[in-house]
């Protein structure tokens, strides 16, 4: 078999190098970076280039991208909240630099009342009430319109590599072709995940469809494993049959052309803010305004915090921010410090799915990283081949460790186990806490997708305590300190 | 603590007595006391594994039953109830959370314990998987020190399946574990996991050689794999000695009662879908030995769909459980019908919410919530409807109760 990918990857030394000293590199990068914003920003201050504030836009969002994505694989890999924040403080740079105004409205929530939200018409009703309906599909419809551009992006890069691998006759160029064909899957898959969780419930499937995200993300996972495995291998074939010389340049400027492109998909996946997308929102914006404002007393503290999950409106420079109130990570607040839970509450937001197709972008953009500094090193020195099979598995090995987290997250879903966030001991203790409650026997908190949340227990009171008032506390407590909305309590009388 | 007896049961005898249990905790839970099993020749319907619904004659789906792992006679495996302690109080706090802390090395030395004392099934699995590591690493020396792509290939394959078969037994012996704070249900769901993993690693291979098919369609002969008779064959052999093992299971369409079902079918499908790759690749190589032109192809493309058409049916049932669909055996007239006479009950006005979802099959647990007329008395109507609800096989159920 001749060599059908005659770029192979490789690590240099220098890449230890960088790990080693991260804690010096890091803020190394981030300050040239910056100062490469800085002189774009005076360069470009005047309104009148509109052109240019586009390519300066562009550009600017290209370079936080590349920044966040060194830092999306430094925070996946070592786990580290300084990389988070700086993370964090980079995504919140961007939409600042829009001059946007920020509208908070604080609209108090109407689920305060417990005995209008118990009752729901039907036997089996939807799993959400219609105002999260509202926003879910908005999410939902956001996320697809990103993931539909990605693939469509995808699949022009494509074409255009399988026409150029031919007319150039190179096995190298339509080989990372493929490689494009497995994203396309990817978001695919993720794609379809999206569409499917917005069907109604039927009698089969009393929940919905929501965990059909969840499914759909651990096939993705299992893709990206698959791949890694496949290219391990075919780096031991290579090496097996020692397939002579290998085109350095060649191997270079492929992967750097598919770094950009990975580049360019990280950007419309990782942010909300898209150009494309100022059309698609203002016919949105009036249905949404009167919906979306629906959040606690502590939001207050988010309003400079965009999660991924928010819309941007630009709307004649006015912007309104929302936030999902069904985000678990509320309850957290009064425990943690301030900075701590504004990066827990972060990290967890962006759409699963979303997450996953970017995570297959991020370990794509780290495998052409190492393709392209391997075909460096190759084009410089031609005889060190055997480096070859190390720095294959050792990319692999990173881009596995990147899905680790969410396969971890994934995995406790589907095992129905306690959310994170939620301390079941301290629920437990405190609903014992409440007048008349005398025991709490078979707590079940499990969450149906990552932040929607239910709950049942057993609840035993008193002889004469008053079983609706009882419940209308037990739930008003839950859904007050917990924000959790779907209980179930059987009250049982102690007799 | 709360105790309750019911004197009389409104349905007439149901065969289980809901008396007082020591465990006091469950007081809406059909328990059996400790120690008692039902069915006295098999030592697997304890508390924790157990098909209750075979023990009420009014079931719709009742059977006469003989789990298919039966093969002899008086078999009685006291070691698997031995190995865990009594069924005591879930523990929130303390171990819940510890649980997600424990290293990777403590798992690790845990799984080889339970293998050594486990029951047949986990031996019978763990011997299977040393055997295919022990085959693979022979074969990847092999096939480095003489240079042939093929055995490497080979075992590659091999070793992604003996992963997925190590996550398979790995579930098996973690499954038994008791329920503690974090993972409040238990870990059956590892089993239904297993499956599912195998069963997706499955499709990927069916896809995968369908795509080797059409790329030898396209290439031309002289750059065809002559694939090594000796490795296919071993591998053959080693194949059908694992689905000997797992002979129980070796069927596409099963009835699955316990979460164990599952994990094991899974397992002797995989193992039964290599052995048809293995015996696709003989048969190609000797119709191409006879010059029967694109044999290859022809091979590839009956093995890819043979594949792809064994493995359908567990895929769509363990998505199922895991996409928290209504338990699969109980057709939905029969949840209707249900509903129906709960409706009927003098005080009840409406049901709402109802929503049912199985844990593992075998374990189903649902949610209702039931408006009630005036200031009547709850216990009653609760009896009831945890009693209709049983009938099904629902065990876990929580009925909450609102006042119009």
């Given at each position: 078999m001749t060599d059908s990918r005659p770029y192979n990857m490789s690590l240099p030394i220098v890449y230890g190098g960088i790990v080693n000293c991260n804690f010096v590199i890091k803020p190394w990068i981030c300050q040239l970076l910056s100062k490469i914003l800085v002189v774009l920003n005076e360069k470009y201050d005047r309104d009148a280039f509109l052109g240019c504030k586009c390519v300066e836009e562009l550009v600017k969002m290209g370079i936080l991208q590349l920044k966040m994505l060194i830092y999306s694989v430094f925070e996946a890999l070592f786990e580290e909240p300084q990389c988070e924040l700086k993370r964090i403080q980079m995504e919140d740079q961007a939409p600042s630099s829009s001059q946007l105004v920020e509208v908070n409205i604080d609209v108090p929530s109407t689920v305060a009342t417990v005995s209008g939200s118990k009752v729901c018409g039907g036997a089996i009703c939807d799993f959400s009430d219609s105002k999260t309906n509202i926003k879910d599909a908005t999410e939902r419809s956001s996320s697809m319109q990103k993931l539909l551009l990605a693939v469509l992006l995808c699949i022009i890069f494509m074409a255009v590599e399988v026409i150029g691998g031919i007319k150039a006759n190179s096995l190298a160029i339509l080989t990372d072709a493929a490689h494009l064909l497995s994203d396309v899957a990817a978001f695919a898959i993720s794609l379809f995940s999206l569409w499917a969780s917005g069907w109604e419930a039927t009698p089969r499937q009393s929940y919905g469809f929501f965990r059909i995200e969840i499914l759909g993300a651990l096939v993705s996972i299992q893709l990206i494993w698959l791949l890694a495995g496949i290219l391990v291998y075919e780096a031991i074939l290579r090496i097996i049959n020692?397939?002579?010389?290998?085109n350095g340049w060649l191997m270079f400027t492929v992967s750097a052309f598919g770094l950009v492109v990975n580049i360019i998909m990280a950007m419309m996946l990782g942010?909300?803010?898209?150009?494309?997308?100022h059309g698609g929102h203002d016919d949105h914006e009036h249905s949404d305004h009167g919906n979306s404002h629906d959040h606690d007393h502590d939001e207050n503290h988010h309003n400079h915090h965009h999660e991924h999950t928010e819309e941007h409106f630009h709307f004649h420079g006015v912007s309104v921010t929302t936030h999902?109130?069904?985000?678990?990570?509320?309850?957290?607040e009064p425990l943690l410090n301030h900075s701590e839970a504004k990066s827990v509450s972060k990290a967890t937001k962006r759409n699963i799915n979303v997450h996953s197709a970017y995570l297959h972008v991020l370990g794509d953009s780290i495998q052409s990283v190492g393709v392209m500094v391997g075909g460096a090193i190759i084009w410089y020195k031609p005889e060190w081949k055997i480096i070859d099979l190390i720095c294959t598995l050792i990319f692999s090995v990173i881009v596995l460790a990147t899905t680790i987290k969410m396969l971890r997250n994934i995995l406790e879903v589907l095992m129905e186990s306690t959310p994170r966030e939620i301390d079941a001991t301290r629920l437990e203790r405190g609903l014992c806490d409440l007048d008349g409650v005398v025991a709490i026997h078979e707590l079940h908190i499990w969450a149906i997708t990552v932040g929607k949340v239910l709950l049942a227990c057993h609840v035993t009171i008193t002889p004469e305590a008053n079983a609706e008032y009882l419940l209308d506390s037990v739930i008003g407590y839950i859904k007050r300190e917990?924000?959790?909305?779907?209980v179930t309590i059987q009250i049982e009388r102690q007799q | 603590m709360a105790d309750f007896t019911v004197s009389s049961e409104p349905n007439g005898g149901t065969g289980s007595s809901f008396t007082s249990a020591p465990a006091t905790q469950d007081s809406f839970k059909h328990r059996l006391p400790d120690g008692e099993t039902q069915r006295p020749w098999s030592g697997r319907y304890g508390i924790d594994s157990g098909d209750r619904r075979f023990s009420f004659s009014r079931n719709q789906s009742f059977k006469p039953h003989l789990l298919r792992n039966d093969s002899c006679i008086g078999i009685n495996h006291p070691e698997e109830e031995e190995l865990w302690e009594g069924h005591g109080k879930k523990e929130f706090g303390g171990t819940g959370n510890g649980v997600r802390n424990r290293s990777v090395l403590y798992q690790m030395a845990s799984v080889l314990l339970a293998v050594r004392s486990g029951n047949r099934q986990v031996r019978r699995l763990a011997l299977m998987i040393s055997l295919n590591v022990a085959y693979s690493t022979v074969e990847l020396m092999i096939g480095l020190l003489t240079g042939r792509v093929g055995l490497v290939s080979d075992s590659f394959h091999l070793t992604f399946g003996c992963g997925l078969l190590t996550f398979s037994l790995f579930a098996m012996t973690a499954a038994h574990k008791k329920p503690d704070g974090i993972y409040t249900y238990g870990y059956k769901r590892l089993e239904v996991l297993a499956a599912f993993t195998n069963a997706l690693f499955l499709l990927f291979m069916s896809f995968s050689l369908a795509v080797e098919a059409l790329h030898a369609f396209i290439q031309d002969e002289s750059e065809h794999k002559h694939y090594l008779i000796v490795s296919a064959v071993t591998n053959l052999l080693v194949n059908l000695l694992g689905v000997w093992f797992f002979r129980n299971y070796a069927r596409v369409n099963i009835a699955y009662r316990k979460a164990e079902d599952m994990n094991c079918h899974s397992i002797c499908l995989h193992v039964l879908a290599d052995s048809i790759r293995s015996a696709g690749l003989v048969l190609a190589s000797w119709l191409l030995s006879l010059g029967i032109e694109n044999a290859e192809v022809l091979c590839l493309g009956l093995v890819s769909a043979a594949v792809f058409v064994v493995i359908l049916p567990l895929f769509r049932a363990t998505g199922g459980v895991l996409l928290q669909q209504?338990?699969?055996?109980?057709?939905?007239s029969a949840f209707n019908k249900c509903l129906r006479q709960v409706t009927a009950l003098?005080?009840?006005?409406e049901v709402t919410r109802s929503r049912f979802w199985e844990l593992v099959p075998g374990r189903a647990v649902g949610s209702l919530s039931i408006l009630v007329k005036g200031g009547g008395n709850d216990h009653s109507v609760l009896h009831y409807v945890h009693e209709l609800y049983h009938d099904l096989g629902i065990q876990d159920l929580t009925v909450q109760t609102d006042h119009v």
């Amino acid at each position: 078999m001749t060599d059908s990918r005659p770029y192979n990857m490789s690590l240099p030394i220098v890449y230890g190098g960088i790990v080693n000293c991260n804690f010096v590199i890091k803020p190394w990068i981030c300050q040239l970076l910056s100062k490469i914003l800085v002189v774009l920003n005076e360069k470009y201050d005047r309104d009148a280039f509109l052109g240019c504030k586009c390519v300066e836009e562009l550009v600017k969002m290209g370079i936080l991208q590349l920044k966040m994505l060194i830092y999306s694989v430094f925070e996946a890999l070592f786990e580290e909240p300084q990389c988070e924040l700086k993370r964090i403080q980079m995504e919140d740079q961007a939409p600042s630099s829009s001059q946007l105004v920020e509208v908070n409205i604080d609209v108090p929530s109407t689920v305060a009342t417990v005995s209008g939200s118990k009752v729901c018409g039907g036997a089996i009703c939807d799993f959400s009430d219609s105002k999260t309906n509202i926003k879910d599909a908005t999410e939902r419809s956001s996320s697809m319109q990103k993931l539909l551009l990605a693939v469509l992006l995808c699949i022009i890069f494509m074409a255009v590599e399988v026409i150029g691998g031919i007319k150039a006759n190179s096995l190298a160029i339509l080989t990372d072709a493929a490689h494009l064909l497995s994203d396309v899957a990817a978001f695919a898959i993720s794609l379809f995940s999206l569409w499917a969780s917005g069907w109604e419930a039927t009698p089969r499937q009393s929940y919905g469809f929501f965990r059909i995200e969840i499914l759909g993300a651990l096939v993705s996972i299992q893709l990206i494993w698959l791949l890694a495995g496949i290219l391990v291998y075919e780096a031991i074939l290579r090496i097996i049959n020692d397939s002579g010389e290998v085109n350095g340049w060649l191997m270079f400027t492929v992967s750097a052309f598919g770094l950009v492109v990975n580049i360019i998909m990280a950007m419309m996946l990782g942010h909300e803010h898209g150009h494309a997308h100022h059309g698609g929102h203002d016919d949105h914006e009036h249905s949404d305004h009167g919906n979306s404002h629906d959040h606690d007393h502590d939001e207050n503290h988010h309003n400079h915090h965009h999660e991924h999950t928010e819309e941007h409106f630009h709307f004649h420079g006015v912007s309104v921010t929302t936030h999902n109130p069904l985000s678990s990570e509320d309850p957290k607040e009064p425990l943690l410090n301030h900075s701590e839970a504004k990066s827990v509450s972060k990290a967890t937001k962006r759409n699963i799915n979303v997450h996953s197709a970017y995570l297959h972008v991020l370990g794509d953009s780290i495998q052409s990283v190492g393709v392209m500094v391997g075909g460096a090193i190759i084009w410089y020195k031609p005889e060190w081949k055997i480096i070859d099979l190390i720095c294959t598995l050792i990319f692999s090995v990173i881009v596995l460790a990147t899905t680790i987290k969410m396969l971890r997250n994934i995995l406790e879903v589907l095992m129905e186990s306690t959310p994170r966030e939620i301390d079941a001991t301290r629920l437990e203790r405190g609903l014992c806490d409440l007048d008349g409650v005398v025991a709490i026997h078979e707590l079940h908190i499990w969450a149906i997708t990552v932040g929607k949340v239910l709950l049942a227990c057993h609840v035993t009171i008193t002889p004469e305590a008053n079983a609706e008032y009882l419940l209308d506390s037990v739930i008003g407590y839950i859904k007050r300190e917990y924000n959790i909305s779907h209980v179930t309590i059987q009250i049982e009388r102690q007799q | 603590m709360a105790d309750f007896t019911v004197s009389s049961e409104p349905n007439g005898g149901t065969g289980s007595s809901f008396t007082s249990a020591p465990a006091t905790q469950d007081s809406f839970k059909h328990r059996l006391p400790d120690g008692e099993t039902q069915r006295p020749w098999s030592g697997r319907y304890g508390i924790d594994s157990g098909d209750r619904r075979f023990s009420f004659s009014r079931n719709q789906s009742f059977k006469p039953h003989l789990l298919r792992n039966d093969s002899c006679i008086g078999i009685n495996h006291p070691e698997e109830e031995e190995l865990w302690e009594g069924h005591g109080k879930k523990e929130f706090g303390g171990t819940g959370n510890g649980v997600r802390n424990r290293s990777v090395l403590y798992q690790m030395a845990s799984v080889l314990l339970a293998v050594r004392s486990g029951n047949r099934q986990v031996r019978r699995l763990a011997l299977m998987i040393s055997l295919n590591v022990a085959y693979s690493t022979v074969e990847l020396m092999i096939g480095l020190l003489t240079g042939r792509v093929g055995l490497v290939s080979d075992s590659f394959h091999l070793t992604f399946g003996c992963g997925l078969l190590t996550f398979s037994l790995f579930a098996m012996t973690a499954a038994h574990k008791k329920p503690d704070g974090i993972y409040t249900y238990g870990y059956k769901r590892l089993e239904v996991l297993a499956a599912f993993t195998n069963a997706l690693f499955l499709l990927f291979m069916s896809f995968s050689l369908a795509v080797e098919a059409l790329h030898a369609f396209i290439q031309d002969e002289s750059e065809h794999k002559h694939y090594l008779i000796v490795s296919a064959v071993t591998n053959l052999l080693v194949n059908l000695l694992g689905v000997w093992f797992f002979r129980n299971y070796a069927r596409v369409n099963i009835a699955y009662r316990k979460a164990e079902d599952m994990n094991c079918h899974s397992i002797c499908l995989h193992v039964l879908a290599d052995s048809i790759r293995s015996a696709g690749l003989v048969l190609a190589s000797w119709l191409l030995s006879l010059g029967i032109e694109n044999a290859e192809v022809l091979c590839l493309g009956l093995v890819s769909a043979a594949v792809f058409v064994v493995i359908l049916p567990l895929f769509r049932a363990t998505g199922g459980v895991l996409l928290q669909q209504v338990p699969a055996n109980v057709p939905t007239s029969a949840f209707n019908k249900c509903l129906r006479q709960v409706t009927a009950l003098e005080d009840v006005s409406e049901v709402t919410r109802s929503r049912f979802w199985e844990l593992v099959p075998g374990r189903a647990v649902g949610s209702l919530s039931i408006l009630v007329k005036g200031g009547g008395n709850d216990h009653s109507v609760l009896h009831y409807v945890h009693e209709l609800y049983h009938d099904l096989g629902i065990q876990d159920l929580t009925v909450q109760t609102d006042h119009v």
